[in-house]
């Protein structure tokens, strides 16, 4: 029942949300950390861009990209998550709730975004962008790119995915391509926005039967 009633809450707090794109990113990063300012960028591009920014809302990486968010004048969502180490949603996040599961969260982090922008982290992060690299393998979500931002950190991950996962066979090489890499902010938003606009020529009616869904979830919850 806790669980039923965490995904009601997580779906009707983001029912109204319009187009949005997740970022994930280390908890750790330093504000003095390059690529701290690399997170605000992302924040900030992509809401100049049309979309919403929806974060883990904690600090870090994530923090920054709430912040590039809300100074560029746009709707900056945290999705907190109950910790044992409670660091609480950071400032800069306009719309925010928190989760007590992280199965629920990182449903409602996918089901609400059109795409996510993955700065460098850790095993959060990297839980976080394999589960959306799943569902999008799998076909349980469709037109969902996923850009990680930082060649430098990435590229030897997806090295070993070629070298071994690949190699053994236990993934396809379209698998591999599906991981988009790119340096800072400007790369990612331009792949973000080809994405999306692919998407929305595919689908025309994409947006629009997201944003019917989402409704007709608010409408179920209410
Ligand atoms: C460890 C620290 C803070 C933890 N607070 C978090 N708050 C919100 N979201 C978090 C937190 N820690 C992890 N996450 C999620 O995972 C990703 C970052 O994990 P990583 O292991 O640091 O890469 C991030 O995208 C969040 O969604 C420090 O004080």
New binding site residues.
């Given amino acids: 029942m806790r669980i039923q009633s965490e995904f009601i809450r997580g779906f009707s707090a983001l029912a109204e949300l319009g187009p949005a794109i997740s970022?994930?990113?280390?908890?750790?990063?330093a504000t003095d950390d390059p690529a701290y300012q690399v997170g605000v960028d992302v924040g900030r591009a992509l809401v100049e861009e049309g979309f919403a920014v929806v974060?883990?809302?904690?600090?870090?990486?994530?923090e920054a990209a709430n912040k590039g968010a809300r100074e560029a004048g746009g709707v900056s969502v945290?999705?907190?998550?109950e910790?044992p180490?409670e660091?609480g949603?950071n400032p800069y996040v306009t719309t925010g709730m928190n989760f007590r599961y992280?199965f629920v969260?990182k449903t409602v982090?996918v089901k609400y975004t059109q795409g996510a922008v993955v700065?460098?982290?850790?095993?959060?992060?990297?839980?976080?962008m394999f589960e959306a690299l799943t569902l999008v393998q799998t076909q349980k979500v469709n037109h969902y790119p996923i850009v990680l931002v930082g060649a430098d950190f990435w590229e030897p991950l997806r090295g070993w995915m070629r070298e071994t996962l690949l190699s053994r066979g236990m993934i396809a090489a379209a698998d591999v391509e599906r991981l988009r890499i790119v340096d800072g902010a400007d790369e990612a938003l331009a792949f973000i926005r080809e994405a999306h606009a692919a998407a929305l020529e595919a689908d025309p009616e994409d947006v629009a039967k997201v944003r019917a869904q989402q409704l007709n979830d608010q409408e179920a919850t209410s």
Avoid: H, K, Q, Y
Avoid at 119 to 128: A, C, I, K, R, S
């Fill in positions: 970022v994930f990113g280390s908890a750790r990063v974060t883990g809302g904690g600090p870090g990486a994530m945290g999705l907190g998550i910790l180490f660091t949603l992280f969260r982090f700065l460098p982290g850790g095993v959060g992060t990297l839980d976080e």
